[in-house]
Every structure is written in structure tokens, then in C-alpha cells.
């Protein structure tokens, strides 16, 4: 029986879904993005650190086991603790995963092969890390508070850096070739930006290569902000079928693949964006997950679907596509962002430009049909009990804007987080502006202008909520 959930957190692409292509692109044109590469080159095992969440959120029942402990790196260049670092036993905590222990042969939730990773911490171990012990112990320090402060709400302040920053990076661009025919590989180009040509018009944010950039730094503050984790759901140590739902550049599901050989990986977005070389065990497909669901039911041990909120218009059919196709016991996650800021002090008034930015970014996207705050209010873990799924659970992390935690780690996430959004500003507003506002580019150029400058005030102390939910088909479905 489900346990029934505290009280949420009152906080608040693209999509794609598991398809044969032949059966949802004109012949000719359905082509698997990605072929195997040869088999990788096993990296050297990591030492870990267990990181444990901290009590103090309301995060939803839950039933997961608390055998997960995934291992990660720690010191950002690659390398890792020499023992595990517990403090579940003298807390009342859960622990930050529920995904089971990889055994003694444990590896970085998440594994270093994946492209274009935007930091260190997707660097392989290659030999032993030259840490001492007081070192190690200080890294584990940062870690466990960043895991506290991150989760109950109480990142601490760095008073000497609360005055204005400049000191975020330029833009790089990458590529990633495809496979795919020419009429599946075209583009729209709009206002100087490139967007996805299959179902165009579904997804109103742009995939060329800066994007590309954004996304896998995204990706990379994200893995920091949770200890490495790539997932939370307990999917255990064989999942067979994995299936990633608005999978972008492909970053998450190649580290999948490296993480669970046993498992075969697909992953669908709108964009054939993805690499070539891949482990063989993964592979891309353009499909749309609003779609119908072409794939056997009962299949999948494990879906997963993260930074789709802005994309997704109907979750509750998204959530009952994936209960059909989700084998009975499998789980279905989803890690989501309420893009709008909270200042962690209140002192954020509603027309800070930030606010404004991003309120008419929802009001943008509400006319086009996107629900871009359904996240908030714990909607999402209510409808996917509402649509079936049992032992649901949502956790709430800050990821702060900018450089003002005291945490080591936090004030790392904040850097990336604010470099994501400030580099992302004109690719985040053009497409609900002009398309779902009416504005002209110019005036959405006039508007970012005082947005820029605004993400660089560090005393209003702006943060964003990760939202992390996800819950289990029920063994008797």
C-alpha cells in the first residue's frame, strides 16, 4: 500500500518517446543516430564517498530501500576519497539515492566517457589520487553540508562575495554529428538560432552548438548538486531496458550505458543532436514522447526524463504512456527545475528584472500550450499518483544563482547555474517572446540588457528548486 506524503514544497525538451522510427518518419528517413563505438577501456576504480540527504525537506513516501550507496568523485579533478563517509546512523536521514550499491566493484554514478562534459568531475581516474587525509576529510566535509544545506534550505552565506561578479565564462561551441537522412537532419533557423525541424514548432528553444554547450554544462551542475547521481529511483544493479525521454545531447544516457552494461539504452528527443561514438549499449532516435508509444508494454525497467518541463504539454497522457510501457515494479523518474527565482532572504522584489524575465517566459510559453510551472506545488508527484504509480517521492534542492554560498560546493553549483542561464538568457527568451509574446527580436534584445546585469547581484541571494520525483508501477498493474 503507498504510504501517503508530507506536505510538498510549495515551489515551482524536449520530449520524445520510445518509437520504431520506421513507423513514425517517412521511409528513408529513420535511421538510428548513434553507432557503437568499440569497446571502451575500463578506467581505473574510483574510491567513494557516500552521500548521504539530510532531513528537514518534506520529500514525499517513500518505500526505497537504503542499500543505495553510488560512489563518486569529489576533489572536481578526477579524483576520489579513499574510504566511504556515512552519517545516516547518527542523523535521522534518508539517504540522497535510492538506487542499490554497485558492490565492491562500486563506479561514479555517472561515467567519465561522455562527451563534451562541461567540468572536471566527468575526468576519468587514472591512478591513485594524491590526497591526504586531511584533505580527503575537508572534500567529504564540503560534500555532506552541501548535501544539507542544498536540501533543507539552508545554504549559508559568503558575505565576502555578495557584491556584484563578473567572473563567469565565454561561450564554446561543439558538435555532434548524426546518421540520419537529410530530410530528418533539417533545421529551421529563426532569429539567428537553429531549431529542430521534426514535429517543428513542438520544442521552442534552439539546438545548435552553443545550445549543445549549455545543456552538457547544464548536465554537469546538475551530477555536482546531487554527488555524482544519476538517478534516485531503486531501478537495482541489471536493469535490461532504460529508456531516456528529451535526451538532448545524449550526455545522461551515455553515462547510463557506461554505468549498466547489462542495460540497452534509448534515448528520444526531437533533435538529432547526439554523438556517434557511444558505448554500445546506447542508442538515439528522433521521436516525440507525446506521440503514441510504438515500443512493447511492459517493457522498460526504468524511464527516465529530465529539463523537460519546458517542453511538455500534456503530462498526465506522458505519465500514462510511460505506466503502460514501464514493466510491472519498474520506475519512472523525472528531475525538473521551477525556473523562477527565489531570493533566499526575501528581499527580491517582483519587479527585479530576473522575476520579470522569467514571468513572461511562462506567460510566453503558456500561450503556446506549455504548462512551464507544473512542477510546482508538488503537481507532478500528485498526478503521477493520480495516474497510477505507487511509492512515489519528490525531493527538493536549492541550486543557487551565482557565487554567494559559503559551501565550496554550492558556490560551485551557483557559478555553473548562473553561467547556464546568463548563456542561455536570448536562446531561453527569443522563442516564447516572439512566438508566444508577439515581441519583435529587437525589443527582446532591449529587455535582456538590464536581465544580464541583474543575474550578476549576488545579495538578493537567488535560488531555483530542483525538483526530484519518481515512482513505481505497481507489481499487480
Same mark, same amino acid.
Given at each position: ?87 545516516? !546512523? ?42 591526504? !587525509?586531511?584533505?580527503?576529510? !575537508? ?82 551542475m546538475v551530477k555536482m548538486l546531487c554527488g555524482g547521481q544519476l538517478y534516485f529511483a531503486p531501478i537495482g544493479n541489471r536493469p535490461q531496458h532504460i529508456l531516456d525521454i528529451g535526451t538532448g545531447t545524449g550526455i545522461w544516457a551515455i553515462e547510463m550505458g557506461d554505468l549498466f552494461e547489462s542495460a540497452n539504452i534509448l534515448g528520444i528527443d526531437l533533435s538529432p543532436i547526439q554523438p556517434d561514438w557511444v558505448p554500445p549499449n546506447v542508442r538515439f532516435m528522433v521521436d516525440d514522447a507525446e506521440s503514441p508509444w510504438l515500443h512493447p508494454r511492459n517493457h522498460f525497467d526504468y524511464v527516465h526524463a529530465r529539463h523537460t518541463v519546458m517542453g511538455i504539454k500534456n503530462w498526465s497522457t506522458l505519465m500514462r504512456r510511460a505506466l503502460e510501457h514501464i514493466r510491472p515494479g519498474g520506475w519512472f523518474e523525472m528531475q525538473e ?141
Open positions: 500500500m503507498e504510504q501517503q506524503p508530507e506536505k510538498q514544497h510549495d515551489d515551482g525538451p524536449v520530449s520524445s518517446s520510445a518509437a520504431d522510427p520506421n513507423d513514425k518518419i517517412p521511409s528513408g528517413e529513420a535511421e538510428t543516430l548513434a553507432q557503437p563505438a568499440p569497446a571502451k577501456q575500463q578506467p581505473s576504480k574510483p574510491l567513494a564517498l557516500n552521500n548521504p540527504i539530510p532531513s528537514g525537506i518534506p520529500t514525499g513516501s517513500s518505500s526505497s530501500p537504503a542499500d543505495g550507496r553510488p560512489s563518486f568523485s569529489t576533489d572536481g579533478k578526477g579524483s576520489a576519497l579513499s574510504s566511504y563517509v556515512d552519517i545516516s !546512523e547518527s542523523r535521522n536521514v534518508t539517504p540522497l539515492t535510492s538506487a542499490p550499491s554497485l558492490g565492491e566493484n562500486s563506479r561514479n554514478n555517472g561515467s567519465s566517457s561522455a562527451r563534451n562534459a562541461a567540468n572536471d568531475e566527468q575526468e576519468e581516474d587514472h591512478g591513485s589520487p594524491d590526497v591526504s !587525509e586531511a584533505e580527503a576529510e !575537508e572534500i567529504a566535509l564540503e560534500h555532506r553540508e552541501a548535501a544539507t544545506q542544498a536540501e533543507e534550505g539552508s545554504i549559508l552565506i559568503d558575505s565576502d562575495d555578495l557584491a556584484t561578479d563578473d567572473g563567469y565564462g565565454s561561450d564554446t561551441a561543439t558538435n555532434a554529428s548524426t546518421s540520419l537522412a537529410d530530410s530528418v537532419r533539417d533545421y529551421v533557423y529563426e532569429n539567428g538560432r537553429r531549431y529542430h525541424k521534426f514535429r517543428e514548432g513542438h520544442y521552442n528553444f534552439p539546438n545548435d552548438d552553443v545550445e549543445q554547450q549549455r545543456e552538457d554544462m547544464k548536465h554537469s527545475v521551477l525556473h523562477y527565482p527565489i531570493s533566499s532572504n526575501n528581499s527580491m522584489a517582483p519587479d527585479h528584472p530576473v522575476a520579470q524575465y522569467w514571468g513572461l517566459i511562462r506567460d510566453g510559453l503558456d500561450n503556446l500550450g506549455v504548462n512551464f510551472h507544473a512542477v510546482a506545488n508538488g503537481k507532478l508527484s500528485t498526478m503521477m499518483r493520480e495516474c497510477g504509480f505507487v511509492n512515489v517521492t519528490e525531493r527538493v534542492l536549492q541550486i543557487p544563482i551565482g557565487t554567494w554560498p559559503k559551501n565550496k560546493v554550492l558556490k560551485t553549483v551557483g557559478l555553473y547555474w548562473r553561467t547556464v542561464l546568463t548563456d542561455g538568457i536570448q536562446a531561453i527568451a527569443l522563442g516564447p517572446l516572439t512566438r508566444g509574446c508577439g515581441w519583435s527580436p529587437s525589443e527582446v534584445e532591449m529587455f535582456l540588457v538590464e536581465v544580464r546585469k541583474a543575474y550578476k547581484d549576488n545579495s538578493s541571494l537567488m535560488y531555483m528548486p530542483l525538483h526530484i520525483i519518481y515512482g513505481q508501477k505497481p507489481l499487480n498493474y
